[in-house]
């Protein structure tokens, strides 16, 4: 009867040690689910915004226009139009990858900077054509960048130039006599300039040969020059806050791409012929920008007033390739 006994006490105790147990596996399980849910992300972004200063926006209100002004009709210098062979096609290299930099105002937050298309002129690539010349006068042309001391420019034919994608390139130009000159491009050359033909200025041509030549056979490439300024920002004469043009002057790099924000939300703006990308409806006008160079990299510009036909300088640059 004893053994009986001692048995039916054992009994209770058993199941009070697997109630025990399991109230601590349960205890565990919701332990690791609050760590799992608490842990910080690690993802991070491929790449990086430069964040400009913020500029101090003048005092007062724009006075909306009845209607919506059009565009003011640029106008084109002219430019020589000589007769070329058709350009070969560019040998191809090895693209470049997009590039990191920090924040001008500390650091930046990343974000994937995927590279845009580069359009016709890429990165690592050389091209092959003519070099003609003309009278570029005070270095002003089609890219509406202004008057300039520096008549190292060149015009770009009609098809490389791309609705003035190629404005503000810089490209080193070679001859077969193993002459260069780095120039940048701020015209167009139109028709019947084939593709891969640069018109010089005489000043850039003369570097290469005699003006006496006429043309040249050349090769071509782009380049990201070394320099101490920093973009600005003009917007278009008639530019109000319903109705603007943007221009970006000074970039050491191609500009692919000019967004606006509008309600959380970047919005890319049509790049125009005379290189002012157009908000027809005013969206962004005033606000943030953020502008991206063939290679990826991203400035973003805050607080920059719409103040038409002035240059606003942004302390900051896209970085050298």
């Not at 209100?61 to 640029?74: E, G, H, I, L």
């Not at 070099?131 to 042309?141: K, L």
């Not at 002057?249 to 606006?260: D, K, S």
Request: aromatic share 4%.
């Amino acid at each position: 009867m004893r053994t009986k006994r001692h048995a039916a006490r054992r009994r209770p105790n058993t199941r009070a040690r697997w109630t025990t147990a399991s109230a601590a596996l349960v205890a565990t399980g919701v332990l690791v689910c609050l760590v799992v849910a608490l842990r910080p992300d690690g993802d991070a972004g491929t790449g990086r915004t430069v964040t400009a200063p913020a500029a101090v926006a003048p005092s007062g209100t724009a006075t909306r226009p009845p209607s919506a002004p059009p565009p003011p009709s640029p106008s084109r210098p002219s430019s020589a139009s000589p007769t070329a062979s058709p350009g070969a096609s560019p040998s191809r290299t090895p693209a470049a990858t997009p590039r990191a930099r920090a924040s001008a105002s500390g650091p930046a937050r990343p974000v994937a900077a995927q590279p845009p298309a580069a359009g016709r002129i890429r990165p690592g690539v050389t091209y092959r054509g003519l070099a003609t010349h003309y009278d570029a006068g005070d270095g002003d042309g089609a890219c509406l960048f202004g008057p300039s001391d520096d008549l190292m420019v060149a015009a770009m034919n009609h098809t490389d130039y791309e609705t003035s994608r190629a404005c503000g390139a810089y490209l080193r130009v070679r001859a077969a006599n193993g002459a260069s000159v780095t120039v940048k491009v701020t015209n167009e050359c139109p028709l019947p300039c084939a593709p891969g033909q640069l018109d010089l200025s005489k000043q850039a041509f003369a570097k290469l040969g005699a003006l006496s030549a006429g043309e040249l056979p050349i090769t071509w490439t782009l380049t990201s020059p070394g320099t101490s300024d920093t973009v600005a920002v003009r917007y278009k004469t008639g530019s109000t806050r319903y109705w603007c043009g943007i221009q970006v002057v000074g970039h050491r790099n191609p500009v692919a791409r000019l967004e606006v924000r509008d309600g959380g939300t970047w919005h890319p703006l049509p790049r125009a012929e005379f290189n002012y990308f157009l908000s027809e409806r005013g969206t962004g006008c005033g606000g943030a920008l953020r502008i991206t160079d063939i290679h990826g990299e991203q400035l973003r510009l805050d607080g920059l007033a719409v103040r038409a036909d002035v240059l606003q300088p942004t302390g900051v640059q896209f970085a050298r390739h």
